[in-house]
């Protein structure tokens, strides 16, 4: 008798539960300096003061239930530095992801290479690329190209450079992945990022042994950097390449 009572008094407190997707969050809308639009909002289970900015380029200023709107602006202060630098990277990968057109620079085997268009083909190094109708955006046209030359060429140089050093490996991918050049698994799959074929073929060997040589230590102990340098001295090189031209998403980012 207890037990039901019990469970007819849960019953009444979930119907007065208020569900999360119909709680409200107050927003206000602010032009601040540097271009900048900031959305301060107070979502209900807020408990600090949080700044995002976010995919459309605008800020999100996130205040919590207890405090104030003078505070949250003075939060904003405080990070003007911080949000300027992301602002200025956004900015950079918005303008990496507008339509290409003839005349469009892009990083190809290590080398800054323009598109042409001559004769309904696009035309970039060493490489051709038949544009199909209509075509006037070559961004993803090209994107698929340099692809498929990474799922061609790189699974070969991997088992090469295996067969170089001796060491057994059972499969090797081309990914897209957001933020990782390559991984190795447990099992001896070697995945690697296909915008490699946007490096010089020195990083992209690099970055190749450097997976391999966590068949023989999956970690990055002073062992396995000892590893890393016997097989291939001047990774230093490649490394302070590959902190240059960082990952960011779907867009290949260099220094300031």
């Known amino acids: 008798m207890l037990q039901l009572h019990l469970n007819f008094l849960g019953r009444q407190l979930e119907r007065l539960r208020v569900p999360r997707s119909r709680e409200k969050t107050e927003e206000t809308t602010l032009a601040w300096k540097h271009g900048l639009t900031v959305h301060l909002v107070r979502p209900p289970r807020a408990r600090r003061y949080l700044l995002r900015l976010q995919s459309n380029g605008t800020v999100r200023l996130a205040i919590p239930r ?3 709107r003078a505070e949250g602006l003075r939060f904003l202060e405080r990070s003007e530095a911080w949000l300027l630098k992301q602002s200025t990277q956004w900015q950079k990968r918005n303008a990496a992801r507008q339509s290409w057109a003839e005349g469009t620079h892009f990083l190809f085997r290590g080398e800054d290479v323009t598109l042409r268009v001559e004769n309904e083909h696009l035309q970039f190094s ?11 955006d070559y961004r993803k ?5 340099l692809r498929r030359l990474a ?3 790189l699974p070969l140089r991997t088992r090469e450079l ?8 059972n499969r090797v991918t081309v990914r897209a ?3 990782r050049w390559g991984s190795c698994s447990a099992r001896g799959t070697i995945s690697l990022n296909w915008r490699l074929i946007q490096a010089p073929a020195s990083v992209s060997d690099y970055l190749i042994i450097h997976e391999l040589m966590h068949r023989r230590e999956m970690n990055h102990s002073s062992r396995y950097w000892k590893l890393v340098e016997e097989a291939f001295p001047t990774y230093r090189l490649a490394e302070q390449w590959l902190k240059r031209f960082r990952l960011d998403g779907d867009y290949l980012a260099g220094a300031d």
């Not at 060493?126 to 006037?136: C, H, M, R």
């Not at 046209?141 to 190209?145: G, T």
């Not at 295996?162 to 490996?169: F, L, R």
């Open 151 to 153: 799922e061609r060429e």
């Open 162 to 169: 295996a067969q170089v050093h001796g060491i057994s490996i």
């Open 177 to 179: 992945q957001k933020s």
């Open 126 to 136: 060493d490489q051709i690329v038949s544009i199909p109708p209509a075509q006037s």
């Open 141 to 145: 046209l090209v994107f698929a190209h």
């Open 66 to 68: 207890r405090g104030s």
